[in-house]
């Protein structure tokens, strides 16, 4: 059993583990003929799940588990406990038997027990967290989201480099372009880490996909398929976003259950209308990953389903399979040359 | 001729000037029969336009100018034309002929200009850039929209009491409240300038409307009447959730022309599709405003129609018929004192 298409489970996270998280599981095997799972978690309540999936039989190594990271519990407890399914899950990749871990759990202990048991890539400085989002040209990368409020420039490459494999690999494109979150597109907009980190990225091996600064609207326009902010922005245009499709969806319901002809219209347009609905479908975009340890780590939304679950271990099971840290590492390699000499752009503009 | 109801219109400035700014100010004429209107340009141009609406016979003075500022200007260039368009009716404002300027021209000069022009009033350290946006309970309040990138507490504060006052005023709201944006709704969460401007918030004079942190998804969702920001969140936020809301615009029309059942489809739920579109219509959200001048001043969209900039003039006008300042100027007086008491909290936390 090779570690390349090992991903370990917290099968005990999320509103609907964990039914949802082993359905989830199923629908994924079918996507990935290869892949095997480290199931961790109850089992009592795990074993009779797996015996009913016929996709699954064989593939999955139940491991149980006795303690149990509520959705609430602060990372700082979450830690304490040594034998629960999030923290077994992530310890089965620091001792090598699988090469990420996946949860739909307490956010926050992921994140904490991640980083701490996993640690950082060698030669990256922060991990950061990235997602996809719906564009008018097709799927955009969003990186990072929530982890870094506080920064510098050269976090802000490290985030476009590895948001830059994220999208050849998950995204399947072989030369993504990358833009560079601002409030404007002009040179001298935003503050100076913006512009340090801009000058770098034009001096690095990706600088011929380096598009320069994008804005707000950018991001649903598709301008560029990796978008590189903060942790703060990020986050906060991420569910701006999400916000603002949840609003014309809930008022689509409204207008199409207005009338006798509203009614009629939308089963004439029923078709249509579903092709816009998977379209923009959150659990098309279920799996937040943080980019930059050592293993593979994907967050799935809590309260998702089956389908989003699969969505997310989808997420997993292509970096998994392609490598993603070897091909942030060679990127690192020639990155580094590079970095130096735009310093010496830089100190030289300052 | 009193002042409270005199707005000074730079009508050269904006893509479908002269003629859409004189359309829109007909519209506006008629919904603010006491307004009044100084307006700034070309006579020969905008004297036949002017005289071909009943509605704005013997309610404009025509002020002829013989400069441009046309729309990729640089702020440094157009400072240096006094008889622009823009520049005397900014001037008219000091000089106390008009209680506020509208334009839709130049972005950058109509900030450059009124700052150095009007200068910030009384009490206010920086002024702030406001502007209404869709929600799921009506409109939201949004500011800072890109004025101020660097900021402390104090600045948040004070955005968020000429918010107060501007959503009471333009929205109508007897008693609106106020969100400040985070990643996070927890204590911790965000920077220390903002756990700052939380613990101000909480113990000034609109402390009872403070409804604490939100976060992006709020915004579309109307948690808050008011949503407080920096500049470069804000404008990232906007343009964003601007961007969603287009994107699946754009879906739309390509569902409904997918084929003959969703046209038929969409024939039969117009009536319904029409009201939608005239909730999220741009126009309706037309008009920033730049909040803590001596004097009201509102950017209209450039690219906005007769309509667009007729809602514009409503902002403008509703501002100045309500004495938006005044009431900024009270608002500040029992803030101070509030303030005082709050920082001695926030120092004994330090």
């Known amino acids: 059993m090779s570690r390349s298409n090992i991903l370990a489970v917290d099968a005990m996270g999320g509103d609907h583990a964990p039914e949802a998280i082993i359905a989830g599981l199923d629908i994924a095997a079918e996507r990935h003929p290869q892949a095997r799972f480290l199931v961790f978690g109850d089992e009592t309540r795990l074993a009779p799940l797996l015996a009913g999936s016929k996709r699954l039989r064989g593939r999955c190594d139940l491991r149980h588990t006795s303690e149990t990271i509520t959705g609430d519990m602060k990372p700082t407890v979450a830690l304490r406990l040594r034998d629960s399914s999030l923290r077994r899950a992530i310890d089965s990749v620091l001792a090598g038997e699988a090469a990420g871990v996946i949860s739909a759990g307490n956010t926050g202990a992921l994140l904490a027990l991640s980083k701490i048991v996993l640690k950082t890539l060698k030669g990256i400085d922060r991990p950061a967290m990235a997602a996809t989002a719906p564009s008018a040209r097709g799927d955009v990368v969003m990186l990072d989201l929530g982890l870094n409020v506080v920064y510098d420039a050269r976090n802000l490459v490290e985030f476009a480099l590895m948001g830059e494999v994220f999208a050849r690999i998950v995204l399947g494109l072989p030369r993504p372009s990358l833009g560079l979150l601002n409030i404007g597109s002009e040179e ?83 078709g249509a209308l579903k092709r816009l609905r998977e379209t923009l479908d959150p659990r098309r975009y279920n799996g937040a990953v943080l980019l930059g340890l050592n293993g593979v780590v994907v967050k799935s939304h809590g309260g998702t389903d089956a389908l989003g679950f699969a969505h997310a271990v989808d997420v997993a099971m292509d970096m998994i399979e392609n490598d993603f840290n070897s091909r942030i590492a060679e990127g690192l390699v020639a990155m580094e040359q590079a970095l130096l000499s735009a310093e010496t752009v830089i100190e030289s503009h300052g």
Chains 1, 2 share one sequence.
């Open 188 to 270: 001298g907009k935003g503050d100076e880490i913006l512009r340090d980190a801009a000058a770098s990225l034009r001096a690095s091996p990706i600088g011929g996909q380096f598009h320069g600064y994008v804005e707000g609207h950018d991001i649903a326009a598709g301008t560029v398929d990796v978008v590189v902010t903060d942790g703060f922005t990020g986050n906060v245009a991420l569910k701006t976003g999400e916000g603002a499709l949840k609003l014309v969806g809930d008022l689509l319901r409204r207008v199409f259950t207005a009338g006798p002809f509203a009614r009629i219209g939308y089963l004439l347009a029923r």
